[in-house]
C-alpha cells in the first residue's frame, strides 16, 4: 500500500529490554513525526523529522527514548532500558515539507502497540 | 501537554441524526485539524481549516473556526453507524510543524 507502515504492530516485552520500533513513511514525505498515545496522557508528540535531521526532540521523555532517519526515509524509535511507563500506541506520520507549503495535513500508520511486562 | 480540550468526552445519538464536536485551544495557530480514530487504529485525517478560514465543508463534515475564541467545532451530518469512532482535533501552532492534540470526543452511533 502507499500508506504509512508501521513495525511492529504488537511488541511485548519485559522490563529493561530495550525495543526497536520502525516506521516507513510516504514516498516522497519529507517530514516525519513520532507521537505516543497512552491513557493517561492522550496523543503527544515525541519528535519531528526534515529529511534525516531532527528539529524538534523536545517531547522526548527521557533520554531512555531516541530516534534516527536514514536516507530520508526510514526511521527508527528506540526505546533502551524499558520501564511500565512506557507502555502505549506510538505512531508515526509522515507529510511533505510543510516549510515550503505551509498547512500540509499528516498521514498516521495503525502504530505499535508496545507492552512492558 | 495537551492544548486542546474537547467536548464532549463522549456523545451518543441515532443514526441520521447531526453529531456536534467542540475543540479549544490556546495559543495562535497555523492551522487545525480534525481526524478519526477506529478502534486499535491510526488516525485518519479528515480535514485542515487554516488560521484565515472561518468555515470548510467536506462531504457530511463541516468544520468552523472561531479564532477570536480559539475554538473550533465539527459536525457530522445524517450520522452513520460507520462514523462511530474517536474524534480528534490538533493545531499547528505558529512557527512549529508538530500537532497538539485534544483529549478527543467518543462518538457512537445507534442503529
Known amino acids: 500500500g502507499a500508506g504509512v507502515s508501521q513495525s511492529p504492530s504488537n511488541k511485548v516485552t519485559e522490563k529493561g529490554k530495550d525495543v526497536e520500533l520502525r516506521c516507513d513513511p510516504i514516498?516522497?514525505?519529507?517530514?516525519l513525526y513520532w507521537y505516543r498515545q497512552s491513557l493517561g496522557q492522550g496523543l503527544e508528540f515525541l519528535i519531528y523529522?526534515?529529511?534525516?535531521?531532527?528539529?524538534?526532540k523536545s517531547g522526548l521523555p527521557s533520554d531512555r527514548f531516541s530516534a534516527e532517519r536514514t536516507g530520508g526515509s526510514v526511521s527508527t524509535l528506540t526505546i533502551q532500558r524499558t520501564q511500565q511507563e512506557d507502555s502505549a500506541v506510538y505512531l508515526c506520520?509522515?507529510?511533505?515539507?510543510?516549510?515550503?507549503?505551509?498547512?500540509?495535513?499528516?498521514?498516521f500508520g495503525d502504530g505499535t502497540r508496545l507492552s512492558i511486562l | 501537554s495537551q492544548q486542546g480540550e474537547e467536548d464532549p468526552q463522549a456523545l451518543s445519538i441515532q443514526e441520521g441524526e447531526n453529531a456536534t464536536m467542540n475543540c479549544s485551544y490556546k495559543?495562535?495557530?497555523?492551522?487545525l485539524q480534525w481526524y478519526r480514530q477506529n478502534s486499535g487504529r491510526g488516525l485518519v485525517h479528515l480535514i485542515l481549516?487554516?488560521?484565515?478560514?472561518r468555515e470548510k465543508h467536506s462531504g457530511r463534515l463541516r468544520v468552523t473556526l472561531d479564532t477570536s475564541k480559539k475554538s473550533s467545532s465539527l459536525l457530522i451530518t445524517a450520522s452513520r453507524a460507520a462514523d462511530t469512532a474517536s474524534y480528534f482535533c490538533?493545531?499547528?501552532?505558529?512557527?512549529?510543524?508538530?500537532?497538539?492534540f485534544g483529549q478527543g470526543t467518543r462518538l457512537t452511533i445507534n442503529p
Open positions: 506520520a509522515s507529510s511533505l515539507d510543510s516549510r515550503r507549503e505551509s498547512n500540509q495535513p499528516q498521514h
Open positions: 523529522f526534515q529529511g534525516n535531521s531532527a528539529p524538534d
Open positions: 490538533a493545531t499547528e501552532k505558529v512557527g512549529a510543524q508538530k500537532l497538539v
Open positions: 495559543t495562535s495557530i497555523n492551522n
Open positions: 481549516i487554516r488560521s484565515n478560514e
Open positions: 514516498s516522497g514525505h519529507t517530514a
